[in-house]
């Protein structure tokens, strides 16, 4: 089988150093399999924004046994909360702290995306200290009768029998195998930053996650690292900024003027951000395939998302984990293993890339510009009823025991 002996585990190379790449790469180790894995950047790091980790994300880091990192680093909010965008009234998403954990299992974490990198980081090089490869871009790959090869721009090429392209919304993987992906653009972007807890008075620095809701935008607030970060999302629609990108940097002039009529905590927020980034979201069609032989994607790679259902990095972990699980159940078979995983994920992240979508026109509704109309409209969209149908399904599942 060109890079292994009879009987042995495949050697796996991934493409990309995120999220899910790491953690495919820590389930992989943890398994007994080889990993390589080839990441772009010069430095292991990422941007400072935070990520939203629910059951079915601390699921994935339980199963690898990384729960105490996650508690030490993260953040268990009380619960989540909708607000209307010019009052600040108030109505209730769901509760979350013991209440997730007895619901479901586990708990509902907000960490910094830098953290939950770096937890991920650590497990793969006290696994196997020299498994992460930097400044190695990605330019192609090829198959052969015994496995795959990985080609690097600098020309350096690396054998194995598994390649995982999880190399984000550009992917070259992907390119290679499938051919463009269409983006639309949605006409809006995002703004993204960390504000000092200890910047905000007592009225601003909640113990929850909060959803303002408005008519052309909406903003997402929640505690990270520990408590002593507020994580800011701010999305609104304007199509004169469409660079696809988390790391282009924005003003706090810029943003306060993109939030007119907004309530003053709101806008108090935004003048603390401590450096505003500017990220323009794009809707990409769910993948059909994912892969070819013994190639496949995972994580934004294959289900890039729209951010209005918090699930991009949870989907990324919930793949890493159903991917090593199905390499490990089928290992005589790498090909036949990346198809099974692939079926088991398809119908999952597709149903998440389209709910996510749809969310975005229960976020940014003309009623809610409506005083009269805005309280009737957020009691309806987010009744409790209405709730349970949007987020059960997806708290529920389980990437350490679903059917492969």
């Known amino acids: 089988m060109g890079n292994r002996s009879m009987g042995s585990k495949p050697k796996v190379l991934i493409a990309g150093a995120g999220l899910g790449g790491l953690c495919a790469a820590a389930a992989l180790l943890q398994r007994g399999f080889d990993v390589e894995v080839y990441e772009q950047a010069a430095e292991l790091k990422e941007v400072g924004a935070g990520v939203q980790l629910s059951p079915n994300g601390t699921c994935v880091m339980h199963d690898l046994g990384l ?3 996650l508690q030490e680093w993260g953040f268990e909010p009380a619960g989540k909360e909708i607000r209307l965008w010019d009052t600040g009234q108030t109505f ?8 997730a954990r007895e619901r479901y299992g586990f708990p509902y974490m907000m960490m910094h995306r830098a953290d ?3 937890i991920l980081a650590d497990e793969v090089i006290r696994l196997k200290p020299d498994a992460i490869h930097l400044n190695a871009r990605c330019s192609g790959f090829e198959q052969h009768a015994g496995g795959v090869r990985l080609v690097m721009e600098d020309g350096s090429v690396a054998s194995g029998d598994v390649l995982v392209g999880a190399d984000g919304l550009h992917s070259r993987v992907r390119q290679q195998m499938l051919g463009p992906h269409k983006a639309t653009f949605t006409g809006g972007f995002a703004w993204r930053g960390v504000i000092p807890m200890n910047r905000l008075p007592a009225r601003l620095a909640q113990p929850v996650g909060a959803n303002w809701v408005g008519p052309n935008g909406h903003i997402i607030l929640y505690p990270v690292r520990r408590g002593e970060l507020m994580n800011f999302v701010g ?6 900024w469409q660079i696809e990108s988390w790391t282009e940097v924005g003003t706090v ?12 905590d709101i806008r108090e927020m935004i003048r603390n951000i401590e450096v505003p980034f500017k990220w323009a979201l794009f809707l990409r069609e769910p993948l059909d395939k994912w892969g070819e032989g013994p190639v496949t994607l995972l994580g934004d790679a294959c289900h890039a998302t729209l951010p ?4 991009g990095a949870n989907m ?3 793949d890493a984990l159903v991917l090593a699980r199905a390499l490990d159940q089928y290992q005589s078979d790498p090909a036949l293993a990346l198809r099974r995983y692939e079926d088991a994920r398809r119908e999952r992240t597709t149903r998440i890339v389209n709910r996510s979508a749809d969310n975005l026109n229960r976020f940014h509704n003309d009623a809610l510009a409506d005083p009269l109309l805005a309280a009737a409209y957020a009691e309806k969209e987010w009744h409790p009823d209405r709730i349970r149908e949007r987020y ?5 599942y389980n990437a350490a025991t679903v059917p492969i």
């Open 67 to 69: 729960d105490e990192p």
């Open 92 to 99: 209730k998403l769901f509760d979350l702290g013991a209440e």
């Open 116 to 118: 939950l990198h770096r």
């Open 235 to 240: 999305h609104v629609e304007r199509d004169d």
């Open 253 to 264: 002039e810029e943003c306060l003027a993109d939030f007119p009529g907004w309530s003053d």
């Open 308 to 311: 209005y259902l918090a699930q």
């Open 316 to 318: 990324a972990l919930e």
């Open 392 to 396: 059960e399904w997806l708290f529920r």
